[in-house]
């Protein structure tokens, strides 16, 4: 929450009192819009606001515009990463990857995959989206550098191809279930030990 | 095209004769549908039969309802997975990984990603999906069996675990778009790689 409280704090409106719940209510509004099948594109402050029970007014007070609240709400949605022990590279890269398709919020997995064509389109909505998984993959990376300095991985690993190779069957699986059969709880130690076994230094 | 044939061929109306101009346009109103926003709820014969300019009986008479022509249609947008060479199970699986996340139609990138809320929420459909992209898992699983037996990969390999290493990856690069920079021809040589190092027999 901590993006949106620095929005109320932001000295827009000086002797306004800020208003968590209204804040509260405008992202609440603005994830289900989204969940119910409205897109970015037609997403409006108009709806967002008369949703939240709020005027515009109090929208533009808190947000320049749609996209910096569409981040927020995002943001929001995707929650905050897990902070890993740093011991071990394989115990963190399973707890980084047991977080990867799920969401604190159902609403995530409506609004997540849908987003992907309206996002790609342009230039603007990829960075706005990039920038709401960024924090989850910045961690994983830190985590892969680390294991590079420390020798438990290859001294030549391409990170960027590590982190597809980690995340990508996860999202198959917990986005995509491709296999329902398949354990869920031991899939993050699976795909780690079988990812490893390949970029492990030997 | 060949289930749309073998539907158009089915010996419903006797004596009408088969149009395959017909099954085209309302294959493609029904992928326009899907395109531009329409949900699977909310998709309908009557809009389908307006979009292809056709009755709704031309549709009846060739598919059962709105799943049946949902499922060749989407098929028909995945298109027919490579034939692989049989030589080499590394060669075979940077040909098949050549086209997870591409399809022959531009509309399948608007379609393919929002579909999945949808098919998840009930058992038909979430087999409707499954089957429309068994095909091509079905071609990698062959792949993957194979090297089990020419002793290329490990014994004891889990092939469903080593479906999901080798497109995730894929799919995160060419669906989600995670590094742009990343040159997209190199990239099925590059995971199949990564993912033989530890996966292949040693």
Request: a neutral charge.
């Amino acid at each position: 929450m901590s993006d949106m409280t620095s929005h109320a704090d932001a000295p827009r409106s000086p002797g306004r009192p800020r208003s968590t719940r209204a804040d509260e209510a405008i992202i609440d509004a603005t994830l289900d819009l989204l969940a119910e099948g409205t897109t970015v594109e037609a997403l409006s402050i108009e709806a967002i606001a008369s949703r939240a029970g709020v005027g515009k007014a109090t929208i533009y007070r808190r947000w320049p515009g749609k996209d910096a609240l569409l981040r927020d709400a995002l943001s929001i949605l995707k929650g905050v990463p897990p902070e890993p022990a740093g011991r071990s590279v394989r115990d963190d890269l399973v707890l980084l990857l047991g977080t990867v398709g799920r969401n604190a919020d159902p609403r995530a997995e409506k609004i997540m995959p849908c987003l992907l064509p309206e996002v790609n389109r342009t230039r603007d909505r990829y960075e706005l989206y990039q920038g709401v998984i960024e924090p989850r993959r910045a961690r994983l990376r830190e985590v892969l550098h680390r294991g590079v300095r420390t020798g438990e991985l290859r001294a030549d690993l391409d990170i960027e191809l590590a982190l597809a190779l980690l995340t990508g069957p996860m999202l198959i699986q917990r986005v995509l279930r491709w296999h329902p059969e398949l354990d869920d709880t031991v899939l993050p130690e699976r795909v780690v030990d079988a990812v490893l076994e390949g970029i492990r230094a030997r």
